[in-house]
């Protein structure tokens, strides 16, 4: 009875289950007598257990003797094992169990590498390993929560091992301490039991030696054998239970068990998901011809791998396709059971889901079975669920990811990957529903690529660059015009940066043959230092300036691209056949470079460089092509507008004074070594679809008198050598004013320098002086022997100011003027020229003011001041000279605007001459200004080599000066060297024909505009305006 009561009431009195076997009594008796000699030694949970002091783990190897399927289960420590196996037992069951890894139960012996304690922290290699991958735990109990999903922070030391093998720890640092991307399998660990392997193990080597085993009965076996269909259960099992935790799919498809009728097993499975068991949901077939569910065979292929769940052959999402047609009509037509109560219908599988929502319209209430919740939104509880539109970017790309996978399988799959016209077809078709006509239009023209209401980034970049708005200014229009119209009309500065892209240099592709020397072969090189490339020596200091430019053969090329409409269409007007002209284009670039003056601003920082500016630009003038089978080259391309700031399109920015000529040589020389090095090549780039080679002619024209000076190295323009052109001297030029030739090269020159550089006869300083005709420094830029036509009317006008002061003095009479009297006679000008032509004085002669001061009106306006009749009418007959030659020099195309002008030259200028020479001989008697010079003497000649002067001036880049401020103060920054990076960019945006043109296209576009701002019913064109600026 003692035994009794010790059995059913004791706190050991409750049996493992697995000991209850139909077959073996004497399993039961074996226990009972171990059972009641061991209440003395084993101790009650309540009582504390001594400590067993570790041994030595010996060699072993579990057996896992339950199959591939089952959870392997070992005990440790629940019951004393010197119950069931004697004295001793717990002592090697704890040596052996240390032995084992606690994450995935192998043999810590078997794993090559070191073991790792399982309550420990982490050493430094890992924790260095794992801080790089973003995982920030201390201690090893948290990177084995987070990654094999096991709590050892409740382990019992008597019942869980306290190491874990190197296997595992790499299974951690490589998921970055987050994550697995093995399939490890944890074991569960449970109390002492009579199964555990190692207090009981099937082989000899496992029994103590020293003891006389004993014999086994025949029916004496300690558990029946587990049959096979019991590990397959169990197998089936753990594999429905972590499938589900991948696909997620129990409230999205529907049971088996909802058949209506009781089917054959084989035909049931022929319609089951292989992934989720479930009835078949948008399903797809396989390239090995199994079926699965397509957002179940998504993630399961996302997440363990491309492979088949069921015969493991390679399986990827891409080649899923659609099953047979037949067999899709057999899978709707299953017959499922209605579940709610009371309704029991038998419902066909296409329609269950309209089905079973009628029942909650009618009813109002959710349904029953967890299978149909997708269909109605449950409230989970916590705060109310937040709407789509009110959540930040990241929350709504978790929120829709799975539609968004869905859409993507989709479109890869119908619409050739065509992702965004899936979802705008979407968007389209939820307005129409909706009857919201109106934006729907609006995105169908938007789809049907048709200009709708909003206008492109190539609009709203010509119209920011065209008006000067800084990033601020245009972002204030962007939301005033989104903020009253309702609508986007304007596109967001980003829209407008990666338009403007493809118009800066740097984006095309090119290639040059051969390759330039000294300049890197890549192509997309943006905005540079003005000074990278430039070779000093030891003895340069570095050069105290700001600088920013293009490197010249891309801004080229970006050029060339700008005019590929205007090259292909002359192509096509000349009647050449495209695909035969891929060679032979030939490029002529006019280059301009000139100060800008003082460009000082209150605002910017950085280091003290000079307040001046300087600019170099270049021009497309003419593009021409030789073809095969002709003999002359046919001009496909010609600038229109040469001189306007349109066409002229700067290279280079620098803040320097263009008097320094060092820090100049400095600045200029990278981009001349790459000039040198582009007249040796060609350029191949593709234009229309074809590659084409292109040679470029450089022609230094639109330079004034002080910068050709400063470039080919000759004295400076008081020199007693009066012409950049020819040889004469300012004596000679006054004697002979007329019959003059051009004699000057860049080549004479440097020949020259190096003259008077070396010495070579040993002569004095005059006599050197004479022999080099007024070289004095190197030359280091050539520039094409002609005249400015910009700065010789200038030049020009200055002049004549000053004669119309002499004749109202009368200095003919008189030898020397003092300053007072000059003082008075320029005032009476001024007083007269602003009475009556409204001509305001200034302190230095511009362009304006020429051309209003070359007139015959100012001229009549002048002469009310000269005392003398025979003075003005001397005076009236010079100006109606120049007035007959100044078109000559001003046109761009003098043989066809000004035929008569230009024969009669040489006869007006001889007559122009004499007047100088005998009515004004007291102003040039031995001497003679320099633009007057060459205006007399040179300009026929350059005519008749050039066929122009005036298209080749520099008028572009000198009306660029006032875009460098409006740019400067649109681009206001506190770093001036970002501040003319933004101005070279704009500028060169402002400059672009691509724009132009959308400009050009969009100054009527003030009815769409207005119709997008204000809603309302459009009033006729005749009632409607809307300013639009003219660019």
């Known amino acids: 009875m003692a035994a009794e009561s010790l059995e059913t009431d004791g706190p050991r009195s409750s049996m493992p289950p697995e000991l209850h076997h139909p077959h073996s009594e004497y399993s039961q008796w074996k226990f009972k007598l171990f ?22 783990a010996p060699n072993i190897e579990i057996d896992h003797a339950a199959g591939p399927g089952s959870v392997m289960k070992l005990c440790l420590g629940g019951k ?53 991958m973003g995982c920030k735990f201390p201690s090893w109990p948290e990177v084995i929560l987070k990654v094999f999903k096991v709590d050892v922070t409740e382990d019992t030391e008597s019942v869980h091992p306290l190491s874990f093998c190197h296997r595992c720890w790499m299974v951690a640092i490589r998921g970055g301490g987050v994550c697995s991307f093995t399939r490890t399998r944890v074991p569960e660990w449970k109390p002492h039991s009579s199964l555990c392997h190692l207090c009981y193990p099937k082989k000899t080597s496992f029994q103590r030696t020293g003891r006389k085993r004993r014999k086994v009965l025949p029916r004496a076996q300690s558990l029946a054998k587990r049959t096979r269909w019991d590990c397959d259960a169990i197998a ?68 363990l791998g491309p492979h088949c769940p069921a015969c493991n052959s390679p399986c990827t999402p891409d080649n899923l396709t659609s099953p047979a047609k037949v067999f899709s009509s057999a899978l709707h037509s299953l017959p499922l059971l209605c579940p709610s109560e009371g309704c029991r219908e038998q419902v066909r599988l296409d329609s269950f889901k309209a089905h079973c929502l009628s029942h909650e319209l009618k009813e109002n209430e959710n349904l029953s079975l967890s299978e149909l919740d997708n269909f109605l939104l449950t409230n989970k509880g916590g705060r109310p669920r937040q709407h789509l539109l009110s959540l930040t970017r990241r929350a709504q790309k978790h929120r829709l990811r799975d539609l968004k996978n869905q859409v993507k399988v989709f479109a890869d799959k119908e619409e050739g990957g065509d992702l965004k016209s899936v979802c705008l077809t979407l968007f389209l078709l939820a307005l129409r529903s909706g009857n919201e006509h109106r934006q729907a239009d609006e995105l169908e023209a938007m789809m049907q690529g048709k200009r709708g209401f909003g206008l492109s980034p190539a609009v709203c970049l010509a119209i920011r660059v065209n008006t000067f708005l800084s990033c601020s200014q245009y972002h204030k229009m962007y939301r005033t015009v989104k903020a009253t119209s309702g609508r986007q009309i304007f596109q967001p500065l980003h829209t407008l940066r990666a338009a403007e892209k493809e118009l800066l240099p740097g984006f095309h592709q090119f290639e040059w043959q051969p390759a330039l020397k000294n300049v890197s072969p890549s192509y997309n090189v943006g905005i540079i230092n003005g000074l990278s490339g430039w ?29 590929e409409e205007d090259i292909m269409e002359g192509l096509r007007e000349s009647g050449m056949e495209d695909s035969a002209c891929t060679s032979g284009f030939s490029v002529m670039i006019k280059e301009c470079c000139d100060g800008m003056g003082d460009v000082s601003e209150k605002h910017g920082g950085g280091p003290v460089v000079p307040e001046k500016a300087v600019r170099f630009s270049f021009t497309v003038m003419s593009v021409s092509v030789l073809a095969d089978d002709e003999e002359e080259e046919v001009t496909i391309f010609t600038e229109p507008k040469p001189n306007s700031e349109l066409s002229c399109k700067p290279l280079c920015l620098m803040f320097v004074d263009e008097s320094d000529h060092e820090t100049l040589t400095a600045v200029l020389g990278p981009i001349v070594a790459e000039r040198n090095a582009m007249k040796e090549s060609r350029l191949i780039l593709s234009m229309g679809g074809l590659p084409r080679s292109f040679r470029f002619h450089f022609r230094g024209t639109g330079y004034d008198e002080k910068m050709v000076r400063e470039m080919e190295g000759l004295e400076a323009s008081g020199s007693t050598y009066v012409c950049t052109l020819c040889d004469s001297s300012r004596a000679e030029a006054s004697q002979n004013m007329v019959l003059h030739s051009i004699t000057r090269s860049h080549e004479e020159n440097l020949e020259r320098y190096e003259i008077w550089r070396t010495n070579p006869f040993s002569e004095s300083v005059d006599e050197l002086r004479d022999r080099v005709k007024g070289v004095s420094a190197k030359p280091f830029l050539e520039t094409q022997p002609t005249l400015d036509a910009l700065h010789c009317d200038i030049g020009n006008a200055t002049e004549f100011y000053k004669i119309f002061q002499d004749e109202i003095g009368e200095v003919y009479k008189k030898a020397n003027p003092s300053r007072e009297e000059r003082r008075s006679w320029r005032a009476a000008l001024d007083k007269q020229l602003r009475k009556q032509m409204k001509l305001k004085p200034v302190m230095r002669m511009n362009g304006n003011y020429a051309r209003r001061l070359m007139t015959q009106e100012a001229v009549d306006v002048v002469c009310e001041l000269v005392p003398s009749e025979e003075r003005r009418e001397a005076l009236r007959e010079l100006i109606k000279l120049y007035l007959q030659m100044k078109p000559v020099w001003r ?55 050039d066929g122009s002067i005036g298209a080749w001036a520099s008028e572009g880049n000198e009306s660029a000066n006032k875009l460098f401020r409006r740019f400067r103060k649109m681009n206001a920054r506190q770093s001036k060297t970002f501040e003319l990076e933004d101005v070279l960019k704009h500028h060169w945006l402002y400059t672009s024909k691509y724009l132009q043109k959308f400009m050009e296209a969009h100054k009527d576009s003030a009815k769409a505009l207005q119709a997008t701002i204000d809603p309302v019913e459009i009033q006729d064109d005749d009632e409607m305006s809307l300013e639009v600026p003219d660019f």
Not at 35 to 56: D, F, G, H, N, Q
Not at 111 to 126: A, F, Q, R, T
Not at 904 to 915: E, G, H, I, K, V
Request: positive net charge.
């Open 236 to 303: 089936v099992g753990e594999r429905r239970q972590w499938v589900k935790n991948i696909t997620r799919c129990q409230k999205d498809h529907l049971s088996t068990k909802l058949l209506s009728e009781k089917l054959p097993v084989d035909f049931v499975a022929s319609f089951t998901c292989l992934v989720c068991d479930h009835l078949l949901s948008d399903p797809v077939q396989s390239t090995c011809g199994h079926l699965f569910c397509r957002g179940c065979i998504v993630k399961f292929t996302h997440v």
């Open 35 to 56: 059972r009641v000699k061991s209440m003395e030694k084993a101790p009650l949970p309540s009582e504390t257990r001594p400590e067993i002091s570790p041994t030595a």
């Open 535 to 563: 070779s000093s020596s030891v003895d340069d200091v570095p050069a105290d300036t700001i600088t920013r430019r293009f490197r010249y053969d891309v801004a080229l090329v970006s050029a060339l691209k700008d005019l």
């Open 80 to 132: 004393s094992k010197e119950n069931v196996e004697g004295p001793g037992s717990d002592t090697i069951s704890l040596a052996l169990y240390r032995g084992l890894c606690r994450v995935c139960g192998m043999v810590l012996r078997k794993v090559k590498g070191p073991v790792h304690d399982v309550h420990g922290d982490l050493d430094e290699v890992s924790k260095c390993a794992l801080r790089k």
């Open 891 to 945: 046109a761009t195309c003098p043989a066809k605007e000004c035929p008569d002008q230009l024969c009669r030259y040489s006869f007006n200028s001889q007559r122009f001459a004499d007047l100088l020479s005998t009515t004004f001989k007291y102003r040039y008697n031995g001497k003679i200004t320099n633009y007057l010079h060459k205006t007399l003497a040179h300009v026929p000649e350059i005519i008749e080599r």
